[in-house]
């Protein structure tokens, strides 16, 4: 159980051009996602926790228009990265949390690794 | 400000020889602990939490020891393999629902 998935698994887009990232619990509700970014050989940076119905809360130094989060359902919460350049390439890792099963745990997705030409 | 310290940054053991990995934190609103593996290329994964009320957890060759009054904790792996090399993030989530993260530790294990 507590399965996520990430779609795609990498992605090479060019500069100037929109990329979106699904991100979808597999076998229960997500009330609540996470969207992390890793750089090679780094720890994972929180970039914006989004609640299911609601709007995404972003860290600081995110650019909110840059990466644009929508968690529709239970199941799913996507990230655009709007207008990429070349220093958007990272690896991008959501993770979930079923807040109201009262589990305290968050589970991670495969993550997605975006290549900006 | 990191919020939860980990070392140390890498780590060599011998095959069956013991790994440990430490952390440290001074937010004593944390109340949750866990460890996770991450491979290249792969999204972390759970290997052991710990909740503050007990001092040691097991789960197999992967052992959690806490110190609630150190505020340290720390994650012990025996018998180590080299299909255990890999990057480990400690991690303490607090009541407002945030984790945070330590630098990670990559461990090398030789055959």
């Known amino acids: 159980g507590a399965v996520v998935s990430q779609h795609p698994s990498r992605v090479i887009c060019k500069s100037g051009t929109s990329v979106k990232i699904e991100c979808r619990s597999l076998d229960f509700q997500a009330t609540t996602m996470f969207w992390y970014r890793q750089f090679p050989k780094q720890s994972l940076m929180l970039m914006a926790t989004s609640n299911e119905g609601s709007k995404a809360t972003y860290e600081q130094g995110v650019e909110k228009d840059k990466f644009l989060i929508n968690h529709a359902s239970l199941t799913l919460s996507t990230l655009t990265v709007t207008s990429a350049h070349p220093e958007d390439s990272s690896f991008y890792i959501c993770?979930?949390?079923?807040?109201?099963?009262?589990?305290?745990?968050?589970?991670f997705g495969p993550g997605t690794r975006l290549t900006v030409t | 400000q990191q919020q939860v310290k980990q070392s140390p940054q890498s780590l060599i053991v011998q095959k069956g020889g013991i790994s440990i990995i430490n952390c440290a934190y001074e937010?004593?609103?944390?109340?949750?602990f866990p460890w996770y593996q991450q491979f290249p290329g792969k999204g972390p994964a759970l290997l052991i939490a710990?909740?503050?009320?007990?001092s040691e957890k097991k789960e197999g060759r992967f052992t959690i020891s806490f110190n609630k009054s150190a505020k340290q904790f720390s994650l012990h792996i025996m018998d180590s393999q080299p299909g255990d090399s890999a990057t480990y993030f400690c991690a303490a989530l607090n009541t407002g629902n945030q984790f945070y993260f330590g630098t990670g530790t990559s461990l090398t294990v030789i055959p």
């Open positions: 710990i909740r503050p009320d007990v």
């Open positions: 993770s979930a949390r079923d807040v109201q099963g009262h589990s305290y745990e968050q589970y």
């Open positions: 937010n004593t609103a944390f109340d949750y």
